[in-house]
């Protein structure tokens, strides 16, 4: 990772800071990024009928799920720390990335066949080899997201991760509309397909990031240790990842609920709020661009956040729902982008690894608290919007010291 340059005058545009992103390297990682999307659309759309068929009660999906939650909120900053130490170069690196992608891909292709065994027997282990799928998800993503700082400069950043934003929000988007063709497809093929596409992407990673010069690289005698305060930037880091990811639960159980009526399905709520995501990824990136962690950028979306959720109770009529959920999605994406870019920056002393985890595990907390709350009982949609309001402004209050440990250190 590179670390953060001394503030300079603002300029009308930033090509140099453009030109420094290796492009092909961070479509590759927008790949991965996409491809692990398509993962968990693939298994929570299976879940419930890969257990059912192994002979186990629906149930057991809500425990799966929140344990799946604990594990990664645990293991997404330990296996970030450990790619951050074993990093003597990008093969070490990749050897921690390909290694969990590899393991992913193959227990989720034998998740079907599994499932599908007689019982007691083989799928008496499917539970099991849930957790297990989860865990190996977690070994790898903090690391390969990580090396986002190494393709850009911090200025960049937010541009950089805009791509990986739009990715994921495209299969989002897509997501509803092809929710009927996956289950008709069954399970086997749907499992095959997703597993090949995460090997894919991570070879196609593996064979751009070497053949691309990396940025100059500060000299190693002007690289920022890592000092005591870090421990507490982590900690608000993981605190700025469990809020937003919370309030972007609340956000997509409450939206489709709360605008759904006649000619407005649930489907067609969360599909405009994806696509004002990936329409927004990129441009917002450009808007942030030369602000290290996004800047007013970031805030300004999680504003609109906080407003939008609140605000949204009261559109009514197809026009005005589907416009609110795609400028609420336009909202997250300038978030993402720049929660993105702060990851990576705001632990010093080469700990990208860390700052994703930490960034991941605060997520994974907040997936295991929502399902939960979901075994109690689901709240009103009214709530969630609420929440999910709360939620934003309580991230925008814990950004404020982070982006403050940003400027200090000389970004903008």
């Known amino acids: 990772m590179q670390p953060a340059r001394p503030a300079s005058p603002p300029r009308p545009s930033a090509p140099s ?20 999307t398509l993962a968990w659309v693939v298994y929570n759309l299976y879940l419930v ?32 720390s450990l790619s951050d130490r074993v990093q003597r170069g990008l093969v070490d690196r990749f050897f921690l990335v390909l290694g969990g992608v590899v393991l992913a891909a193959v227990l989720f292709v034998a998740l079907p066949p599994v499932a599908s065994a007689a019982r007691p027997g083989p799928a008496t ?22 090396l986002l700082g190494r393709q850009a400069r911090p200025g960049a950043l937010p541009l950089a991760a ?24 069954g399970p086997l093929p749907t499992f095959a397909a997703a597993s090949g596409a995460l090997m894919l992407a991570a070879l196609v990673l593996r064979a751009l990031e070497p053949r691309s010069a990396a940025p100059a690289a500060a000299p190693v005698e002007s690289r920022t240790p890592a000092e005591p305060g870090d421990a507490r930037i982590g900690v608000l880091l993981f605190g700025v990842g469990l809020t937003a990811a919370l309030a972007f639960r609340f956000l997509v159980d ?31 990136g450009w808007l942030a661009l030369e602000r290290v962690g996004g800047g007013p950028v ?3 979306g999680l504003l609109v956040l906080v407003a939008g959720a609140a605000l949204a109770l009261l559109a009514e009529g197809a026009g005005p729902v589907l416009a609110c959920a795609a400028v609420l999605g336009a909202a997250l994406a300038a978030v993402q982008n720049g929660l993105f870019a702060c990851s990576v920056s705001a632990v010093r002393g080469e700990r990208a690894g860390l700052g994703m985890g930490l960034l991941l595990g605060g997520g994974g907390l907040a997936l295991g608290l929502f399902n939960l709350l979901l075994a109690v009982r689901r709240p009103a949609p009214s709530t969630s919007l609420l929440a999910a309001a709360g939620l934003y402004a309580l991230t925008l209050l814990l950004l404020q010291p982070v982006r403050a440990s940003l400027r200090r250190a000389g970004g903008r």
């Open 17 to 36: 800071e453009v030109a420094t992103a290796r492009w092909g390297p961070v479509l590759a990682l927008a790949g991965l990024h996409g491809a692990v």
């Open 49 to 80: 009928q890969l257990l059912v068929r192994a002979g186990f009660d629906a149930y057991l999906a809500t425990v799966l799920l929140t344990a799946e939650g604990l594990i990664g909120a645990v293991l997404e900053p330990v296996m970030g």
């Open 125 to 146: 282990l499917l539970p099991a080899l849930l957790l297990a799928w989860a865990a190996a998800m977690a070994v790898f993503r903090a690391p390969a997201l990580s």
């Open 162 to 185: 805009s791509v990986l934003t739009t990715a994921a929000a495209l299969v989002g988007a897509a997501a509803p509309s092809v929710r009927s063709w996956l289950l008709a497809l």
């Open 254 to 284: 409450g939206l489709p609920r709360a605008g759904a009526g006649p000619g407005v399905p649930a489907a067609a709520i969360t599909t405009a709020l994806f696509l004002g995501t990936a329409a927004a990824g990129i441009p917002a």
């Open 298 to 300: 970031t805030a300004g």
